[in-house]
């Protein structure tokens, strides 16, 4: 058997190999490896003031830097007993509905729809289905618009901060992006319908969904996670209920549910438990387009997104009919030594932050699990289930399955896309 | 065949956020007509398919952290006419260069149980550092109307126009009164590269210098009017010591107002 070393440098490109091993037509076993280079922001976090965290861990992921910084707020402002306004929270969720809605429209229409029609990618499908790429790049705009005016900008806002935002959006500039909106709204409803009318693999497995659960609302940052195998917990019992474990194939840390295993979290999860806190049209829409549920296809987790699309610009443009532009916009914020704990949904799934401060706010120690480890188990599982019909496939043909395997997941651009170093070895 | 080969554009990632390379896809105006312009040859982030180089013009994301990126690199620059990088990561380092400033080992075992599976450099190093680089482009991120404009430069072979001065000046150009004057807010505008358009002091905060050092630039006197406004040292270190950490005016000033926590 080869070492990993060797075979790590021994690829020329892409950060991600997929290993699979067979002893006859049987599984042996399955290893996703996820090289990306490990960037350390838990340790370089130590030693900074509170305040600097919300801009430091946005640049984890430039896709979803609001998330990193709305579960860094969240636990920081548990740790420093904060209670933001309803004004905050309100605009934070519109922030947030913003970067469901860019995330999910590059991923569906720049990166899975192509797999679902048999092109390499979303330039040569714009080729034959142009109508697709524009409908996909004027949604994905439409999130970009909301993120920028709440924001500042696209990519690692700058209006964030610890109790609340540095100011409040200014009335007049809101009022503009409702016609955007709404405009994309209706795109997205298209959008789900035509999609709804793609070839989904008959592939379905059962999962334990792990998600927040709002009171009301569809969850976006929340306290309660909740699982479909009988989990209620607070964000701060985190610890004691999932465990992540390093492999040696991986940079990517694996999560799972202590005692149990495997878990996902992500669109699917947020849909399978929340399903009644969706906007009415997005039900509605969901309904149409016959997602079974509990949806338990990962590779209708397309359709899945699209419904959560729907909602996000609905609840976007409810949003900007009851925020009072002249609010406050951040509660006073003191430092002391004390320990914090917050979640949100990221668009690829929960996003768990730990800080602990010393009575300064300097950062003694911080812990953040992104969701594409938490679900990297289970796209093994995925991918094992997936093997037994490789074996019949050539190995472009293998690949490509794989791939699209994987892909269901959005495990966050970089090793998302199209990366794979497959290696079948036969015993 | 009258009409030109159409110039081939290769995007390619180090250790980074892929917030820039996603500025790209963010030109949802452009994008489709860029595509027809030029051909966008590698972009393994939204493509399968890969045509191999040469390239006429690479886009480089991220900084060099492992020894197998210091190989690629070169490789990267073998088969490119002209090499740009993008963002803070390639240009200066990025936020991951704070590990040279520390023990990279320890840093492992703060992430990882065992952290001789982790591969890695003792540093994150720039572009610049291991090959030459033809134009950077600054920020954390990028500014995409910038990107525009280095894209469109390089494939008509002229010098992209992107001003070197402050931020401060943007400031005057978009009408924001100063942060700083105005009421007290300390703010790294006078000494950090103009390109993001002044967005900070816009929404009321003072800059944080994710666009790395301006041309010109006088950081002892800025840092003593920080000190001034009531600002500890520890911080002016601290906000020097971040984005564009690796960049040489940054890091050589940061040592002047180091703290016991440093
Ligand atoms: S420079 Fe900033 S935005 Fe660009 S890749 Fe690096 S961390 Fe991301
Ligand atoms: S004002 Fe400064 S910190 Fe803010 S976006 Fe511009 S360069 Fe970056």
Not at chain 1, 32 to 57: K, M, N, Q, Y
Not at chain 1, 195 to 219: K, Q
Not at chain 1, 332 to 339: D, E, I, Q, S, T
Not at chain 1, 354 to 383: C, F, M
Request: aromatic letters at 8%; one cysteine or more; glycine letters at 6%.
């Amino acid at each position: 058997m080869k070492t990993i070393k060797v075979d790590y440098l021994a690829r020329v490109e892409g950060d991600g190999a997929l290993r699979i091993r067979f002893r006859g037509d049987h599984v042996r076993d399955v290893e996703l490896r996820i090289f990306e280079p490990p960037r350390f922001f838990e340790a370089f976090l130590r030693g900074r003031s509170f305040g600097e965290v919300p801009d430091i861990t946005a640049r984890i992921c430039g896709i979803c830097p609001v998330a990193y910084q709305m579960s860094s707020c969240r636990a920081l402002e548990d740790a420093l007993e904060v209670r933001v306004t309803p004004h905050i929270d309100q605009l934070r969720r519109l922030l947030y509905c913003g970067e469901w809605v860019e995330s999910h429209a590059l991923h569906m229409f720049l990166l899975h729809a192509p797999d679902f029609l048999g092109y390499p990618d979303a330039m040569a499908m714009a080729r034959d289905h142009r109508e697709i790429v524009v409908r996909g790049l004027q949604i994905k705009k439409a999130g970009n618009a909301i993120v920028s005016a709440v924001g500042g900008r696209e990519v690692h806002p700058v209006n964030v901060k610890v109790g609340g935002f540095y100011r409040t959006p200014a009335r007049e500039e809101m009022e503009k992006l409702a016609a955007q909106l709404e405009a994309a709204r209706d795109a997205a409803l298209e959008a789900l319908e035509r999609m709804a009318r793609f070839d989904f693999p008959d592939f379905n497995r059962d999962y334990e969904f792990v998600a927040l659960r709002g009171a009301e609302d569809y969850p976006f940052i929340g306290n309660r996670i909740v699982s479909n195998r009988g989990l209620d917990i607070e964000a701060a019992e985190y610890d004691q209920a999932f465990v992540e474990q390093q492999v040696p194939h991986s940079h990517a840390l694996h999560s799972t549910v202590r005692g149990r295993g495997a878990y996902l979290c992500g669109p699917m999860a947020r849909f399978n438990l929340n399903f009644e806190r969706l906007r009415p049209l997005a039900q509605d829409a969901a309904r149409r387009a016959r997602i079974p549920l509990p949806c338990r296809n990962p590779f209708m987790s397309l359709l899945v997104r699209a419904v959560e699309t729907v909602h996000a610009l609905d609840e976007a443009l409810r949003l900007l009919g009851v925020i009072d532009w002249s609010a406050e916009s951040s509660v006073a914020v003191r430092p002391r030594a004390c320990a914090g704990y917050g979640a949100s949904e990221a668009p690829r799934g929960l996003l768990y932050h730990r800080y602990h401060l010393d009575d300064s706010g300097r950062v003694l120690d911080a812990k953040i699990v992104p969701p594409t480890s938490q679900n990297q188990l289970s796209i093994e599982h995925d991918l094992r289930e997936l093997a037994a019909q490789m074996v019949r496939l050539t190995h472009d043909e293998a690949t490509v399955l794989a791939e699209r395997a994987i892909r269901n997941y959005d495990p966050c651009i970089s090793c998302a896309t199209h990366f794979l170093d497959l290696a079948i070895e036969r015993e | 065949m009258a009409a030109a080969r159409r110039k081939r554009l290769a995007v390619w990632k180090f250790a980074s956020c892929d917030g820039c390379q996603l500025s790209l896809l963010d030109c949802e105006d452009e994008l489709l007509a860029l595509a027809e312009q030029v051909e966008i040859a590698r972009f393994l982030e939204a493509s399968r398919a890969t045509i191999s180089g040469p390239y006429d013009l690479s886009l480089v994301e991220g900084s060099i952290t492992t020894a197998r990126d210091a190989e690629l690199i070169r490789e990267v620059r073998r088969v490119s006419r002209a090499l740009v990088t993008i963002g803070a990561c390639a240009t200066a380092g990025g936020i991951q260069a704070l590990r040279n400033f520390k023990d990279v080992r320890e840093f492992a075992s703060i992430v990882y149980a065992t952290p001789a599976y982790i591969a890695t450099l003792a540093t994150s190093t720039p572009i610049a550092a291991h090959v030459p680089v033809d134009f950077e482009l600054r920020g954390c991120p990028i500014n995409k109307r910038q990107l525009l404009e280095v894209i469109t430069a390089f494939i008509n072979g002229r010098r992209p126009d992107t001003p070197g001065h402050a931020v401060c000046i943007e400031c005057k150009q978009r009408g924001t009164i100063c942060v700083m004057v105005a009421r007290g807010v300390p703010c790294l505008g006078p000494i950090t590269h103009a390109g993001c358009g002044a967005i900070c002091p816009s929404f009321a905060r003072g800059c944080y210098g994710c666009y790395g050092p301006a041309d010109a630039l006088n950081i002892e006197s800025l840092g003593q009017a920080w000190l001034r406004a009531g600002v500890p040292r520890g911080d002016v270190m601290r906000v020097l010591r971040s984005f564009n950490a690796g960049a040489e005016p940054f890091s050589k000033a940061a040592l002047d107002y180091e703290d016991d926590q440093s």
